[in-house]
């Protein structure tokens, strides 16, 4: 019976191999978003309470889906909105 002898050199070559693999299997799959999200997940997404949900429902801020009770939101208009929203930093404030 043979012993096989295993060097640093040999696992930082496994290592490096790993890496490679890994992170060819992670550009290879893109990531899949969903494309409609039910109220629990708005609010965790937007750490926002049920009842600021309903706000932005009623103004009209946030479109919904509602089908037998469970309110869906379609991801691209929650981007949208947080896009909409968004606030340029001022470059001097560091000057």
């Not at 290592?15 to 060819?24: G, K």
């Amino acid at each position: 019976m043979a012993i096989e002898v295993i060097t640093r050199e040999d696992l930082n070559e496994f290592r490096s191999l790993l890496l490679n693999d890994l992170l060819e299997i992670i550009k290879s799959k893109p990531q899949q978003t969903k494309q409609w999200l039910k109220s629990n997940e708005v609010r965790k997404l937007l750490n926002i309470s049920p009842g600021t949900l309903q706000n932005l429902r009623v103004n009209g801020t946030l479109t919904y889906t509602k089908i037998g009770g469970i309110m869906y939101y379609d991801s691209s208009d929650i981007d949208k909105l947080l896009n909409g929203n968004k606030v340029n930093a001022i470059p001097t404030l560091f000057k």
